[in-house]
């Protein structure tokens, strides 16, 4: 079941929260929702949904500040993708108006032999071209865990991790094959053909999410390093237009770790300052971890340690704006898992606030990965639950057999001290998809 969530910020002395419903566009039995913002803030929402004849279609809808969503458009679809809780479509918007976005697509009949494609759209989503291969080595191996970002005001740039000199060996777990995932990157003219492409590191984790943020001193890509012994910590790569900088270590955690742990990074930027928000369970205890540059992700500052424990369950997310540094992440305790808000100053000095947002139907994989962005005074996360494995509606006020999916919404807001958080919950439809073995 999809749950979204919306938060409308108010002044940065708010003290309580107040929630309400935020519609959503979305059928039953949709999946993998993504959420990115257009260069005029509007909302942006991307999905996966199964198709009646078999085979999936990647669909998204738009929101402004009129708060109305435009009708659903079918960005591609087909039978042959490769649909996963932990690597998913990512939909972007140019500054020139036109939209991007990424699908996987089998290539051979091993469980992890897929490719990026890569889809763009110059009248707003009505109409979808197939742009040039994103990858050319034609290796029935894993390509995917994508980040896109706008490269000038019509270009797109795309990472992904790469497989080809895996031999096809590679099974998430004890990481075989000829070689290892190494991290790619590329660069799109407004024609759809590919201008450059770049190895960035030729040993990567295989399976955790890149992520992608604009500084005024160029691109951010935050990913997990795989370095000698197995350590597995974070990494940040600087591309300036023309030419990517060596990948600095965000913080030595020294994480060992003989398999992908599935709980990629996140990256945000304003100005020069960037912060990169992480998961490592680094001397046996899981942890989550901030840390923040003020020279564009030359250098980070000491890590800040968020929340630590064996409930912590990681896949973060990260969003900055005016007000603060937003961190989501999720907790899992006695079987029941949580998503959790915390929001701090530039600096990492000050904790603004901390919020158990909701406590979620589902555990494991199926809650897949929140997604959080902030725009329009309001910051939104959009999450996965799952209630008696059936895609149904559920809470307050809600009919069961509505085909509409909603979410919540959540402002802060100041309040008297006499009013106290209200909140209720309503959401719908469960994702699906084959999911790479998870080491935790």
Not at 143 to 159: E, N
Not at 180 to 206: I, N, P, Q, W, Y
Not at 225 to 237: C, F, Q, S, T, Y
Request: hydrophobic share 40%.
């Amino acid at each position: 079941m999809k749950t979204l969530l919306a938060l409308l910020l108010l002044p940065a002395t708010a003290q309580a929260a107040t929630v309400s419903d935020w519609p959503l566009p979305v059928p039953a039995g949709s999946a993998q929702p993504n959420l990115s913002l257009s260069p005029d803030g509007d909302r942006l929402l991307s999905w996966i949904e199964r198709r009646k004849e078999g085979g999936h279609r990647l669909v998204f809808a738009r929101q402004g500040n009129t708060q109305k969503w435009s009708a659903p458009r079918t960005i591609t679809e087909g039978d042959n993708w490769f649909v996963n809780w932990a690597d998913f479509p990512a939909l972007q918007a140019l500054p020139d108006g036109s939209l991007w976005a990424h699908t996987l697509v089998k290539s051979a009949q091993a469980t992890y032999a897929y490719d990026v494609r890569l889809f763009a759209s110059r009248d707003g989503g009505t109409t979808w071209t197939a742009t040039a291969a994103v990858h050319d080595d034609g290796t029935p191996t894993e390509h995917g865990f994508a980040s896109l970002w706008p490269q000038g005001r019509d270009g797109l740039g795309i990472a992904w991790l790469d497989g080809r000199h895996t031999g096809g060996g590679h099974d998430h777990g004890g990481h075989g094959g000829a070689g290892a995932m190494s991290l790619r990157a590329a660069v799109f003219g407004a024609d759809g053909k590919k201008r450059v492409e770049h190895e960035l590191d030729a040993r990567t984790c295989d399976c955790c999410q890149t992520d992608a943020a604009l500084s005024d001193d160029g691109l951010l890509l935050a990913y997990r390093d795989r370095a000698e012994g197995e350590i597995r910590d974070i990494a940040v790569a600087r591309f300036d237009g023309k030419a990517w900088s060596a990948p600095v270590t965000v913080h030595a955690d020294r994480w060992m770790m003989p398999a992908c742990p599935v709980n990629g990074p996140a990256i945000a930027a304003r100005g020069r300052q960037a912060w990169v928000a992480w998961y490592t369970a680094a001397g046996g205890m899981p942890s989550i971890r901030i840390a923040a540059s003020d020279d564009a992700g030359r250098r980070f500052g000491p890590m800040k340690e968020i929340a630590r424990g064996e409930a912590q369950h990681g896949r973060v997310d990260l969003a900055a704006n005016a007000t603060g540094v937003w961190v989501s992440w999720l907790q899992e305790s006695a079987g029941r898992q949580s998503v959790w808000l915390a929001r701090y100053s530039p600096d990492l000095a000050a904790e603004h606030f901390r919020l158990k947002v909701a406590d979620l139907t589902g555990r494991g994989r199926g809650t897949g990965f929140p997604r959080l962005q902030l725009g329009d005074g309001s910051a939104w996360l959009a999450w996965t639950e799952i209630v008696s494995g059936e895609p149904r509606l559920r809470g307050p006020g809600s009919a069961p057999d509505c085909t509409q999916w909603y979410g919540i919404g959540l402002w802060i807001m100041v309040m008297p001290p006499h009013r106290t958080l209200v909140r209720r919950d309503k959401a719908a439809a469960q994702g699906e998809g084959a999911a790479p073995a998870q080491a935790r």
